[in-house]
């Protein structure tokens, strides 16, 4: 196994010190311990920056059909990955938004992300930048609908 | 909250007796040290179940530059996902090959679910039956170019 | 021509005896007359096994603006696909949901196999399932997505 | 039912006098057959015309694999849609190469329909037209991508 | 630098004398300045052609949130791309739809885009004929749920 | 018609002093001109400093072909929409590398961007933070065939 990458790269911000890793082999029983905890934890908490109550609220409408789902949104996509050092909360909600413009076919997601990315600092017309480059990448329909998207959030939270 | 979706439905088979949900208010420590652990052999057995020495490779290829996509893939997709219980590994791998031709933009990933269907004990007609399905819901471009994608896997393992 | 695949797997079901190719060498007039009329008739029983007499209907309200494409779904959809032998009704319900779901823009078509889906005797955990699967392979917006409309399934048919 | 939509526009060409729908309530025994043989020679015709001999050629090599798709192809795609009246074969091959440009993950197949719609007269910059169109209604890697292709058939075309 | 290929095509319509780039060495200040009221104005007169009073009202509705989305409407889809010589309007409407039937995923600029269709003198049998070629190559659903859209227009429009 | 958006939030940077709209009422003749004449050269200048050289090589191995495609990538792509005020460089390349991975039908484009997100500065591991995002968003093999590209990259490079 070659040295992992961000060791390569010193000007990364370091991972913080609690173990991301609970398999690695210098991790304690304690450690494990606070990882699974610290993941969830981690998980709310960046729901919870991102999206405020609105986010929490959909996962929480999972939990009769399928709780697990629920578990995997707070500890894999916010707790595993939106959490990650590396990138800062506002560049990652812009991708997250010229992704979905350009698939085209998640507007509900489209607008919570809309909503995160003012909530961490964006201002709407960096979100509609954003919006606007995927005219060229996905097309004019693709911009057009995601430009819908943002509009009724903006709208909505009086911008 | 209702009640979980599962418990509604007494002919699910049970989840397995080692719990899944490391939040649960009647975790002990030392079911939680289990936990993680555990999600990481499972990802691993189940990846090994699936797809034999050839995922392992794949995920040990990423260790360079992504680590943690690589233990995303063992304790996420496999750990949580795809060990889950009430669906079998046969049917499991047939919905994958579906998604995957009807998407018809990961025909490495397409190869190795193929590969990986064949070794939880699908038939070639049957991956040959979901690809060929796919001519209705995804369109003939697509059924085509997944039939290309397991001929080709056909041929390399001698079926 | 080399030997079709299905000759080489002797455990695959046979064909039913009807012939299902008209232009076989050895078709007879009669048996020809047959195939057209049964495939029809293959087609609507099928339909009708999987969507009750949900498909039907969609399937004449298209007879004004296009009663060509009714007469495919019939004919060729169910008639020549979806009745094929070599996978059961529930398996090829899950593989059409899977694949539904990952694509992300046939919400009215998912629809209809979720409830086929139940139709044909599969559980709801198992749609369940399927869509959490493609969590994995198409993204979280997908099977939320995908959820969204397999409970509002449910919730109409009262599971 | 309605009156069937072409009934209500006397401009749309007559379909042809061969009957289309074999279940049709005036049908006789030995229209039906007919109709069978004809729907089948009718996709031969139709894939020559379009595709000259390479079409057929990748028909033939999917009987090994899967003879029935290779049928389909014939009888549904090229004998049931692709030869329909209403459309000329120029126009038909240019919508074709606008979806295929436009969905992008379907390069093999566009190769072929660009290589068809030479066949029937299209001219190159019609061909082009169609890609650059895509710019706008899918982005520029779409029609990007679309043109490699395009220009790959050209080349090997002499043109 | 090659020839350009449409001096090679010499059956190809010329392009209008006015000049589309106004970077040629040819240009001279005149010329330029026309250029861009020139390529504004022909966009105008497209989108007209194409759309009536439609097109410019989602256009003006554009404005407050992104005037220059308006504008590249305005100037590049409509005012450099789609009214270029070379294609018929008929058949850069029905390529269009094609596309947009395929994608699946731009519901409101098929709707559009088939009012644009009759507008520029498609009969509505043959928008019908290219969304059903759409089952072909891109799946049932997709031609089921273009042809709701177009169902819709014609209905509107008294068809 | 409202105020545009931008006008009512002062703390975006002001867009250059050079008139972007070239048919606004207060162009004069002279303005006019220099709008087409730096239209492309800022077209020019993006282009260079996202893609070196390579891009402008892509773009003149169009002027075979498709001449005016060429042009679009200069004037509208780098020259009206890439080159933008309101966003910088770098946000602009990981959005666009977010899109691609998404999409994943785009690896040329997806190569030429990950080398234009290097040379304006983006650290790699940046760049690998959005692709795995798309892990979330657009699914794994979204996520592994972007990360094989991004890798090919940073190996040509010697990164």
């Given at each position: 196994m070659k040295t992992p990458y961000r060791e390569r790269l010193p000007d990364v911000p370091a991972p913080p010190?609690?173990?991301?890793?609970?398999?690695?082999?210098?991790?304690t029983r304690a450690e494990v311990v606070s990882y699974s905890d610290e993941r969830r934890a981690r998980g709310r908490r960046t729901l919870a920056a991102i999206t405020g109550t609105a986010g929490a609220e959909v996962v929480e409408k999972l939990?009769?059909?399928?709780p697990d789902l629920a578990d995997w949104i707070l500890d894999?996509?916010?707790?595993?990955?939106?959490?990650?050092?590396?990138?800062?909360f506002r560049t990652r909600q812009l991708a997250t938004i010229a992704a979905l413009t350009a698939l085209g076919n998640a507007q509900p997601q489209l607008k919570v992300h809309v909503e995160g990315a003012l909530k961490v600092g964006c201002r709407p017309q960096e979100i509609i930048e954003v919006i606007l480059q995927?005219?060229?990448?996905?097309g004019f329909p693709a911009a057009l609908n995601g430009l819908a998207t943002a509009r009724e959030v903006f709208t909505a939270s009086g911008r």
């Open positions: 010190s609690f173990p991301r890793d609970p398999a690695g082999s210098t991790s939990r009769d059909i399928a894999f996509s916010y707790g595993d990955v939106l959490s990650r050092p590396g990138l800062d995927m005219a060229v990448f996905a």
